[in-house]
């Protein structure tokens, strides 16, 4: 059974650039929740899909998007990159919507330039 | 306004003592609990839960302590050994979204 993967692990963006980052939800997942940790602070909730739908969003701007596939891979997208994005982005993967334990991925080092 | 706090950005502690690791929540509908670990380079790793119905869960050398009149969680670790050295993360679910709100931290340093 593998655990969440996600890639790539480091990115560096230019401000106003677009980045797609990608994550593979543990075997049997079909809930992903994508959280953006800064320096300093715990992991902010961003959004989460379930079975390829969007269940929820926190405080984030329209720019954070997101897809869920058919294999409940997930996809983060990022538009017009700001200063204030540099973060670890990371993805957890549940075995179900209410599920109580997320298993999270290594998560993605992006830094805005 | 954070929902989840965690007010000692730091804890240091000898091996074999016990790690008492403290969490504050300010949101009544949340319905569990829930402890991270996390290593540098690494993402969290999912420690120990506790549901709100509860006042007590245990798991080998973790044990998670819930204080509901209090809003106040607490992790022990008996006895700390060095591999516990990490940052930790209370993180409570709300019942509504389904999401996780963590709190701020805790490096705990267990030394020799």
């Known amino acids: 059974e593998t655990g969440v993967t996600q890639s790539p692990t480091h990115l560096i963006k230019t401000r106003g650039q677009q980045v797609t980052l990608r994550c593979s939800s543990q075997?049997?997942?079909?809930?992903v929740s994508w959280y953006q940790q800064a320096l300093g602070q715990g992991p902010q909730f961003i959004f989460q899909?379930?079975?390829?739908?969007?269940?929820g969003r926190g405080n984030f701007p329209p720019r954070f998007s997101g897809l869920q596939f058919p294999n409940y891979s997930s996809e983060l997208n990022v538009n017009a990159l700001e200063l204030d994005d540099s973060a670890l982005y990371l993805c957890?993967?549940?075995?179900?919507?209410?599920?109580?334990?997320?298993?999270f991925g290594q998560g993605t080092r992006l830094t805005v330039v | 306004d954070q929902q989840v706090k965690q007010n000692s950005p730091s804890l240091s502690v000898q091996e074999g003592r016990i790690s008492i690791l403290n969490c504050d929540y300010t949101?009544?509908?949340?319905?569990?609990f829930l402890w991270y670990k996390k290593y540098p380079a690494e993402g969290p790793t999912f420690l120990i839960s506790i549901s709100s119905i509860k006042d007590k869960n245990e798991d080998g050398r973790f044990t998670v302590f819930l204080n509901k009149s209090a809003k106040h969680l607490s992790l022990h670790i008996v006895p700390s050994q060095p591999g516990d050295s990490a940052v930790y993360f209370c993180a409570a679910k709300d019942t509504n979204t389904d999401k996780l709100i963590f709190g701020t931290g805790t490096r705990l340093q267990v030394f020799p």
């Open positions: 949101n009544s509908m949340f319905d569990y």
């Open positions: 075997s049997g997942h079909n809930t």
């Open positions: 899909y379930y079975r390829e739908e969007e269940n």
């Open positions: 957890a993967s549940s075995l179900d919507w209410g599920y109580t334990e997320a298993f």
